[in-house]
């Protein structure tokens, strides 16, 4: 469990480093999500070898490791967008605090866990504090376009994550949690690696290199290397609510560091989505 609250801590910084990264390099959603994964693929093969000596996926989750792959490459163009449309703070409670919710309904079709009525309460509260959260201080004139495709974009990476959390806990039942990270990175990175042969890449990352090697080497090769680990010792809807601690991370740097703000509707959906969360800590919540 300390091994996913701490990698969670960790990911509660990129929304503020993506921030950075966009004043400064003018980097892409895009650009900085194929940077991460290239960094992160590297290292964690590296970690991998020279930890257990070998990166052998058992053949059963040879798919699971291209899902995986897939799942994390869709993660980082979709939460890096959203950061960039709606800001820090909206991003990381939409695209995180939904994700046990959705976590614990995959495990119940994947993992075969049942649905108590705790949980599908939770999951009633968890769509009111969505939806609280998403008007926040909002009038009807300010839901943008803009902002409505942030949303969605959080969204997207909300179920893409959950689907990574559950898949990789099917996986680890027979593979090693490094060598599974590093195969799914690799697949990651090779997703999207045609983005860095586009225009005005060498610039972004000239500019932007010491913060996109932050987030490759700390916020995905160490954080997920200690949070795969994690996730091997407890149950996929534990390790959902444990990774909280990401947007309590990135709430605070966005609301004390960059200035945002979430509104009165804004602090009680998120209210809610912690209750709805906390809902879940029992161990009778999922059968």
Do not use: N
């Not at 040879?62 to 994390?72: F, H, P, S």
């Amino acid at each position: 469990m300390i091994l996913i609250v701490a990698a969670a801590v960790s990911w509660g910084t990129t929304g503020s480093v993506t921030s950075v990264l966009v004043a400064r390099a003018g980097a892409g959603a895009l650009v900085i999500g194929a940077v991460r994964m290239l960094v992160a693929a590297v290292l964690l093969a590296g970690i991998a070898r020279w930890a257990g000596g070998t990166l052998r996926v058992h053949p059963a989750d040879r798919w699971r490791c291209l899902a995986l792959g897939v799942c994390m490459a869709a993660f980082q163009a979709t939460y890096f967008s959203a950061v960039t449309l709606v800001g820090i703070a909206v991003s990381a409670l939409i695209a995180i605090c939904c994700a046990p919710l959705l976590i614990a309904g995959l495990a119940a079709a994947v993992l075969g866990e049942r649905l108590t009525a705790r949980v599908s309460g939770a999951l009633v509260l968890g769509v009111a504090g969505t939806a609280l959260l998403i008007v926040g201080p909002r009038t009807t004139a300010d839901v943008s376009s803009r902002f409505v495709a942030g949303v969605l974009l959080a969204l997207g990476a909300s179920l893409v994550y959950a689907l990574y959390v559950v898949l990789a806990k099917a996986a680890l039942a027979r593979t090693a949690p490094l060598p599974l990270a590093a195969v799914a990175f690799g697949v990651a990175a090779a997703v999207l690696l045609p983005v860095l042969a586009g225009p005005d890449v060498g610039r972004q990352l000239a500019l932007g290199w010491p913060w996109l090697l932050y987030l490759g080497a700390v916020t995905t090769a160490g954080a997920y290397a200690i949070y795969t680990m994690g996730l091997r010792e407890v149950p996929a809807s534990v390790a959902g609510i444990a990774a909280l601690a990401e947007p309590l991370t990135a709430i605070l740097l966005g609301v004390f560091v960059f200035g945002e703000r979430l509104g009165a509707a804004g602090v009680a959906g998120a209210g809610l989505l912690f209750v709805a969360l906390g809902l879940l800590v029992t161990r009778d919540a999922v059968a």
